[in-house]
């Protein structure tokens, strides 16, 4: 067979080259798609831009949210539901993990698993090469969940909940439920944010706020089920954004704040929150912050963190896309289409907030 053709980072911050990629042997219940679509989020940024970690270096190929068709299959391999998987079938995967080392097995927190191989950041000049989503094809290795996408899901979406939709179904999972009394604040209008609303609004919520920014994305967020919205970049103060919070929550405060920002925006929240209060972090976190300890002891505050997600929050995620699309416009969701000789621009898109959710089309 021949190599495969990938768009690589060769160097931090620096455009990529559109290079060939070997391909991998495939391993016993490892999986190799064509890639039908990746989309890129602010994590592939951070990555590229330096600011995230990178495991070992480059070169590698960006893109963890991918949605391909099947073209190889190391053996015979059964899908989430235990169905056989077969030549043709769409799916998304999550990210192998070990399934034998203490977070797998005993605490039942795979996300935490110290042998987890996370896609869009691991070099592709060592076997198994193809861990990227902008390339033609993606490998899947052994200990990964293949969850295939219903037929009324884009493979664009369907690459989305690969990512941003099923860190939120996982939050939602961490919440419990939400009342029908219950206000929802929403940090963050990013696709994060976006989705949160969407499941916060399907999940009964009876207001569901949101403090982010550009301003085309809280346009945008209407369609996602937002009530009302505060332009971040409108309003800089922090003394008036919570009063315009107090002003929509009788003075007390959301109920539910969902974190879909970044670790500042944890600060605010925590202080936005009413007293018993929920916060949910889904937003990727960095840097240090400073919590004052009454938040815990006085204000009685529940602080829940969220990492990655696991097989059943992609299963749920794909189906609530297919499920609810008549209540939601997702396809909004995603702005510009690139090919592979276009990530670059696609990852400037994203890092200048011109871009919702861009897409990777490698073939």
């Not at 097995?105 to 060592?126: E, F, I």
């Not at 919440?175 to 604040?185: Q, S």
Request: with cysteine; net charge negative; proline share 7%.
């Amino acid at each position: 067979m021949p190599n495969s053709l990938a768009a690589v980072v060769t160097a931090i911050h620096e455009p990529l080259q559109v290079q060939e990629v070997p391909f991998p042997e495939i391993e016993s219940g490892g999986v190799l798609v064509k890639v039908d679509a990746a989309t890129l989020c602010g994590t592939d940024v951070h990555v590229w831009e330096g600011v995230s970690a990178l495991p070992d270096g480059t070169p590698y190929i960006p893109g963890h949210e991918t949605c391909g068709t099947v073209v190889e299959i190391g053996g015979s391999r059964t899908d989430l539901l235990d169905q056989p998987l077969n030549i043709g079938d769409r799916i998304i995967a999550t990210y192998p993990f070990c399934g034998h080392c203490y977070y797998c097995t005993v605490a039942r927190q795979a996300v935490l698993c110290p042998h987890v191989v996370p896609y869009g950041r691991m070099r592709s000049d060592r076997p198994p090469y193809l861990l990227g989503g902008c390339a033609r094809h993606h490998y899947f290795p052994p200990g990964c969940d293949i969850i295939r996408v219903p037929d009324e899901v884009s493979s664009p979406l369907a690459a989305s909940a690969a990512c941003a939709l099923r860190t939120v179904m996982h939050g939602f999972e961490k919440l419990g439920r939400l009342g029908t009394h219950d206000t929802v604040l929403v940090q963050g209008a990013g696709p994060v944010g976006l989705y949160a609303a969407a499941v916060a609004r399907d999940r009964g919520a009876a207001k569901v706020l949101m403090i982010g920014a550009p301003a085309e994305r809280l346009t945008l967020a209407r369609a996602f089920g937002v009530d009302l919205s505060l332009d971040l970049e409108a309003e800089p103060d922090t003394a008036k954004r919570k009063q315009w919070v107090l002003d929509h929550t009788a003075g007390r405060g959301p109920d539910v704040v969902l974190q879909c920002a970044g670790s500042l925006a944890i600060v605010e929240g925590l202080d936005l929150v009413r007293r018993g209060g929920r916060l949910v972090s889904i937003g990727a976190t960095g840097g240090t912050i400073s919590i004052p300890g009454g938040v815990f002891t006085g204000k009685y505050v529940d602080v829940l963190g969220i990492v990655m997600a696991e097989g059943r929050h992609f299963y749920e995620a794909v189906n609530f896309l297919a499920s609810r699309r008549k209540l939601f416009d997702f396809e909004r969701m995603i702005t510009g289409r690139y090919p592979l000789e276009g990530v670059t621009q696609a990852l400037q898109g994203m890092a200048g907030f011109r871009e919702v959710k861009p897409v990777v089309l490698p073939n």
